[in-house]
């Protein structure tokens, strides 16, 4: 009948500038597709090169891999008779593109731009790139040398055009475009456009698949359509964990559903779709609308077809549910994934975390145990990457993991660092929670270390600073904490270079970081404490989140430990004892709990607050449980909070991005680290604020 077309899209791990790996891939990705049949296959957005290559961008060297990869997929047998659609920065009249490379049996079909940039959160794209702004316009784009004498063309179209098959037409969209008011599927699918492709590098935010998903079934609702939507899978070498979920949606249904977490490198996504179901949706609800464009879309026309004439007996893909993961699963798969690709790509042979019987180290490590039961399980379904990346880890060729357990007991080492003001239940909490899930733990007491640079002070000085309790100042308290503090990251350091080199074995440890976003956010940290760590897989998740997730892990790992670690007061354990019980918490450190940060943090990054502005807010929000003064109180506490120890952001440990109000200083969330920390002017507008209500309220 020649109208039902298979169409691939898929997700690739890809690295930034690993163009040997990367090539890899993409032809093990169209070789897949083939095999299922596809005569389209849709690759993630600058796959070639790997999105996050940031200022590597400015190289001509990036430019010029690109191409020789260019060419060896033209010349590669494996992309003969499938359309290939490839992501690559190209130079048109010396301004630098994101684009889209269409081709087919070594001839380049033609060249898309990407016309609207992602240049928020965590991305920066006008940075590197220029949007094409020529709507409808295309120009001959002049080949380099290396590639012309595969191709045999001069030059090929680029700018805004869509690909006219003998049985189809195909429109290209670039990531952030979908999610702009003008996409230009609108557009294109009004010119009769009938598959639309998306190739994206999306990142991995708690709470975000349904958003993705649902702006891919709406274009495709409003005026019909089959739209591929394609991603990038895994760390490329940044804070952001690329998270999949490759798909193929028709006429506002989703017909076939890939991964949003997982360890395979390479997975590739097939539908096979009836062209007529596109024609009959449009026919009765889009037909009206179906007019005219002022300009119609630029058609490069190719003599292929992506159906055959003898479909008659081919079965198209029926419409499918997706299932979302909840935020604790989620916190368990997307951390874990990113971890094990750094690890890996690091050539380190494990880690170490400072252990301490909390909630937010015990996080950590009950993400590097889930890291592990990913990896046992990839081996067991015949990942035979996974297997060869873990015997080059753990140092043994032969090496081969019976469960989780014994895993994490090779790659995975924890320590509980003991001081005078350390008391047993955390000591026994982070012991019996290393013994559950299989990790390397040892005992150290830092008193030793701790009372000699204390005593390097007072030789100095002659002085000896007194913690709070025995009569000291809060400056001394404050003092006597932060010694502690990084005393514990020095030999978090020193056991992770040589914890190994001990035990007779090679290779070092990555250090794991636990400070979870809402101590990031107000500062609630020593500057260059366990804080200070090669990574940290919490540090965009919130307290809340972290309690909710070990509550999941005790059912889905059997870590009964965690009941009692997430019912205890967080307390960082870093002032005496009162009568062997703790006496200092968090919470009351801080001057309020973690879920009014959590609101409060929001409020700052999301809504965009200034202090005024959060506080006429919060007074709504909050009216049942404090009055205008205390919640002008918590306000201005936060924002002294927040300014006084911006600064500690700016050296804060690489986090894995995973909550929208992330404090995070390297890209994400730039502020000064130098305010006036009086807040003047906008207090007293709270102040004066406060006053009014007051007064109203005293009103007969």
């Not at 990896?375 to 990457?385: R, V």
């Not at 940060?597 to 700052?604: A, C, E, Q």
Request: aromatic share 8%.
């Amino acid at each position: 009948m020649g109208r039902k077309v298979t169409l691939a899209t898929c997700s690739l791990n890809q690295w930034a500038l690993d163009f040997e790996g990367n090539l890899e891939r993409i032809l093990k990705s169209i070789e897949i597709a083939k095999a299922h049949g596809a005569k389209y296959r849709l690759g993630p957005e600058l796959e070639i090169c790997g999105y996050g290559c940031a200022d590597h961008f400015y190289e001509s060297d990036t430019l010029l891999h690109s191409f020789q990869v260019l060419r060896k997929l033209l010349e590669s047998p494996v992309t003969q008779d499938i359309i290939c659609d490839v992501g690559m920065p190209v130079m048109h009249h010396n301004v630098r593109y994101n684009c889209r490379i269409l081709f087919l049996n070594r001839k380049i079909l033609l060249i898309r731009p990407k016309m609207q940039m992602a240049n928020d959160g965590n991305y920066r794209e006008m940075r590197w790139f220029s949007p094409w702004n020529q709507l409808r316009q295309v120009e001959e784009y002049f080949l380099p040398r290396m590639i012309q004498e595969v191709t045999g063309q001069d030059t090929v179209p680029f700018g805004d055009c869509v690909l006219s098959t003998k049985d189809t037409c195909i429109g290209t969209e670039m990531c952030a475009e979908l999610w702009r008011p003008r996409s230009p599927h609108i557009q294109m699918g009004l010119d009769g456009v009938e598959i639309f492709t998306n190739s994206s590098a999306s990142h991995h935010e708690l709470r975000k698949a349904d958003q993705r998903v649902n702006l891919v079934k709406s274009a495709t609702t409003k005026s019909g359509g089959i739209y591929l939507y394609a991603n990038q899978r895994g760390c490329d070498g940044d804070r952001v964990y690329y998270d999949g979920c490759a798909m193929v949606a028709i006429n506002g249904d989703i017909a076939a559903q890939g991964k949003q977490f997982s360890l395979n490198d390479v997975e590739v996504i097939t539908a096979t779709l009836d062209l007529e179901d596109v024609r009959s949706y449009r026919g009765e609800y889009c037909q009206p609308n179906m007019e005219s464009e002022p300009k119609t879309c630029h058609r490069v026309k190719v003599d292929f077809s992506l159906s055959s004439g003898d479909d008659i007996y081919l079965p198209t893909h029926q419409p499918v549910t997706w299932n979302y993961h909840t935020p604790e699963e989620e916190i368990s798969l997307g951390p874990a994934c990113w971890l094990w690709d750094y690890l890996r790509r690091s050539g380190q042979a494990g880690f170490l975390l400072p252990l301490s019987g909390g909630v937010d180290s015990s996080s950590t490590a009950c993400i590097v145990h889930s890291m592990c039961v990913l990896l046992c399980q990839a081996i067991e379904d015949g990942n035979s990457q996974v297997l060869v990346d873990v015997r080059r880890v753990v140092g043994d060729d032969s090496y081969c993991p019976r469960d989780p357990r014994e895993l994490c007991g090779h790659i995975f080492t924890t320590c509980y660092m003991a001081s005078e003001n350390s008391s047993e239940d955390t000591r026994s909490r982070a012991k019996g929670l290393a013994s559950q899930i299989g990790s390397t733990h040892m005992n150290i007491n830092i008193d030793m270390a701790v009372k000699g640079i204390l005593g390097i002070f007072s030789v100095v000085t002659g002085k000896l600073p007194q913690f709070r309790a025995n009569g000291g100042s809060h400056r001394e308290n404050l003092a006597l904490q932060n010694v502690q503090a990084r005393v514990r990251m020095v030999l978090a350091y020193l056991f992770a270079q040589l914890s190994l080199w001990a035990r007779g074995k090679p290779g070092g440890l990555l250090v794991l970081g636990s400070a979870n976003v809402d101590e990031s956010l107000t500062g609630y940290f020593t500057k260059y404490d366990c804080s200070s760590a090669d990574i940290n897989p919490i540090g965009g998740i919130s307290k809340t989140d972290l309690k909710s997730f070990l509550l999941y892990c005790v059912e889905q790992f059997q870590l009964t430990t965690l009941k009692g670690i997430v019912a205890a007061p967080p307390t960082a354990e870093l002032e005496p004892l009162t009568d062997g019980q703790v006496s200092q918490t968090d919470e009351a450190d801080m001057g309020m709990t973690y879920s009014e940060l959590s609101v409060i943090g929001r409020l700052r990054k999301i809504s965009k607050c200034g202090p005024y502005s959060m506080f006429c807010k919060l007074i709504h929000m909050w009216k049942d449980a404090l009055s205008p003064m205390e919640v002008a109180e918590k306000v201005k506490h936060f924002f002294r909070m927040y300014s006084v120890n911006r600064h500690k952001m700016t050296t804060v440990t690489p986090s894995y991005h995973a909550e929208s109000y992330s404090p995070d200083d390297n890209r994400f969330d730039l502020r000064p680290f130098l305010y006036n920390t009086g807040w003047v002017w906008q207090f007293r507008c709270i102040n004066n604020q406060v006053s009014q209500m007051e007064a109203n309220t005293l009103k007969p």
